[in-house]
């Protein structure tokens, strides 16, 4: 019996995986555990509007990141430069506001994509979404080898189930691998404890995003850029479209995750939209559409260990796959990049190192099968 190739998440990384596995020809099942496409990909805003701001990742760096670049053109993507023209605001510890004239520019500057990050999820599934079996709401539990295939345990809804795979794709990040998956035979403890030591990009962070009737921060000779030492938010950018009609902030919040979930984002929401006040004025304070984004608070993104933003960014390795599952196993995700981890850069580069192992070693067990064919 042909079992197909299932690909656990439909994050970038695993819907990358998906089209990549479908153009090769391979019968794919795409698991997703929660409700919506994209994993830690959120973009979101008014209804029916064309422009979207980030709640998950924002930007990619042209010439750095070329596969980004290159899927964005493929889909048709308008992409643009970050915003930096004008004033940045120095927020200190007492709320005084200073006013630096020049805004930073990072080199070589940080792009954006029309619509909203999230547009790259949308067309990495319209592109393939006759051509795969998707199933939401769906929690991969457990893995156990088998000699022809991989028995996956799976949980929806209706309750626990059982589906074989040829092979199959795992972008779940580390720790929450190493915390939430049962594996059969088990994997060495010393890969399991390296992967609870490996940090879930974004995973402590926490975002709050306002969207106005116009970009008031440029009229006044703002950049939209600030620094505080005061917060909730620490760093916050301009994240309106590319012609600044419909006009965004957003902002890292620094506060912690415990002082977060101790709030609610109800009151961290009305403590960012205080601060944007203080920072650009009283037109800051009624935003058409506002949201706050806690990934430390999602399960399905961070584990206890994630629940503290990074003051640096990690060192991500090439994926290790314990010997008696490298036949049937690859890892992919933006945690699995050693070059680009962490990036949306990431997540593809990963999805393809994935995919490149998985159809040579479909080629080298067809082979076989011919070879032992009388």
Excluded at 183 to 190: F, G, K, L, R
Excluded at 340 to 362: I, T
């Amino acid at each position: 019996m042909s079992h197909p190739v299932v690909v656990i998440g439909a994050g970038l990384s695993g819907l990358h995986a998906s089209r990549l596995l479908v153009q090769a020809g391979q019968k794919v099942l795409l698991i997703e555990a929660r409700e919506r496409l994209g994993g830690r990909v959120l973009s979101q805003g008014l209804p029916s509007a064309a422009h979207r701001a980030d709640l998950g990742p924002s930007w990619f760096w042209p010439g750095l990141n070329p596969r980004v670049e290159r899927l964005a053109a493929e889909f048709g993507l308008g992409v643009y430069p970050q915003y930096a023209r004008g004033a940045t605001a120095i927020e200190g510890q007492d709320g005084q506001v200073r006013k630096q004239q020049s805004s930073w520019e990072q080199s070589p500057s940080s792009y954006r994509i029309e619509g909203g990050t999230q547009s790259l999820i949308e067309r990495s599934y319209e592109r393939i979404q006759d051509q795969v079996d998707l199933k939401t709401g769906t929690r991969l539990l457990g893995m156990k080898l088998r000699v022809d295939a991989v028995e996956l345990t799976l949980k929806d809804a209706s309750g626990s189930w059982t589906q074989l795979a040829s092979q199959v794709v795992l972008t779940v990040p580390p720790r929450l691998t190493a915390q939430d998956l049962q594996m059969e035979p088990s994997w060495p403890e010393a890969l399991v404890k390296d992967m609870r030591n490996t940090p879930t990009w974004m995973a402590g962070q926490a975002k709050f995003v306002a969207i106005y009737q116009n970009a008031f921060w440029r009229e006044a000779g703002w950049s939209g850029a600030a620094m505080s030492h005061r917060g909730p938010m620490v760093e916050i950018h301009d994240a309106s479209d590319a012609t600044g009609q419909t006009a965004a902030l957003f902002g890292f919040v620094g506060a912690s995750p415990a002082y977060r979930a101790g709030i609610g984002t109800e009151a961290l929401a009305s403590q960012s939209l205080a601060q944007l006040v203080r920072l650009f004025g009283p037109a800051a304070a009624t935003p058409l559409w506002s949201g706050v984004k806690d990934w430390a608070q999602e399960p399905l993104t961070a584990s206890e260990s994630d629940r503290q933003p990074l003051a640096y960014h990690p060192m991500y390795g090439d994926p290790v796959v314990p010997g008696e599952w490298g036949q049937r196993l690859w890892l992919a995700g933006t945690e699995r990049s050693a070059n680009y981890g962490g990036y949306l850069e990431g997540a593809l580069d990963a999805a393809e190192q994935a995919v490149k192992g998985l159809l040579a070693q479909v080629a080298k067990q067809s082979l076989r099968q011919q070879i032992n064919t009388p």
